[in-house]
């Protein structure tokens, strides 16, 4: 069945890196555009970034332009979220979801992960 | 930036109909999605490009856009639809997608 399942998120110090990943499976990954969400403790959900299904286009929240990087490998299925420079700010469970459109981006988010929690504390 | 506005709560008795909106300058020049988030869990998809419905959503759930606001309906409210809700679109002015508030839904 098509799926998501996130992983690497942990507690880190304020100022350090992260890497989370999000393992793809029961669709062809390699035409999907792709998102990255979070959500912070008792918060509402907001937009990360996003990765066109080939690579080339990649957007980011103004909260994350400059320390997070998207990236994919369609060899392994998998997506990834670097996190630099992290803050407290930025603690949350981050969730990867699929785009509706194949090869297009900017549609609506039709699968989720069921999310990784990352808490940045001193 | 775009900003989306959503009432914080809305309550409903079970058979009834409840509205959410969803506010925002011009929406109805932008495709809305919907999405219903139960506690604990990761958010799912209701509705998309303002009315369509993903298969395995209740007909029950139905979305209309126009103006500066955007509504999702929910009638004949079960006690399974006790969830927050989030309205989505994006916004091409900024390369940036946009999440509502979020609404929650009580069922009485």
């Known amino acids: 069945q098509v799926q998501l399942v996130e992983s690497g998120g942990g507690v880190v110090q304020p100022g350090r890196s992260l890497r989370l990943s999000c393992a793809a499976s029961g669709f062809i990954f390699s035409t999907y555009a792709m998102h990255w969400v979070r959500q912070a403790p008792g918060k509402g959900l907001e937009w990360v970034a996003l990765i066109s299904f080939d690579g080339s286009k990649k957007y980011y929240a103004d909260s994350v332009k400059g320390r997070f990087t998207i990236s994919r490998d369609s060899s392994q299925n998998t997506l990834y979220l670097q996190m630099n420079s992290l803050r407290a700010e930025d603690t949350a469970v981050y969730y990867c979801?699929?785009?509706?459109?194949?090869?297009?981006?900017?549609?609506?988010?039709?699968?989720w992960g069921q999310g990784t929690m990352v808490t940045v504390s001193s | 930036s775009y900003v989306l506005t959503q009432p914080p709560s809305v309550s409903v008795a079970p058979g009834k109909t409840a509205r959410i909106t969803c506010g925002g300058n011009?929406?109805?020049?932008?495709?809305v999605h919907w999405y219903q988030q139960k506690p604990g869990q990761a958010p799912v998809l209701v509705i998309y490009?303002?009315?369509d419905r993903p298969s395995g959503i209740p007909e029950r759930f139905s979305g209309s856009n126009s103006g500066n606001t955007a509504t999702l309906t929910i009638s004949r409210v079960e006690d399974g639809d006790e969830a927050d809700y989030y309205c989505?679109?994006?916004?091409?002015?900024?390369?940036?997608?946009?999440f509502g508030t979020g609404t929650k839904v009580t069922v009485l």
């Open positions: 979801a699929r785009d509706s459109e194949q090869w297009l981006e900017r549609g609506a988010f039709d699968i």
């Open positions: 989505q679109v994006w916004d091409s002015s900024s390369d940036h997608y946009v």
């Open positions: 011009n929406i109805g020049s932008k495709s």
């Open positions: 490009y303002d009315s």
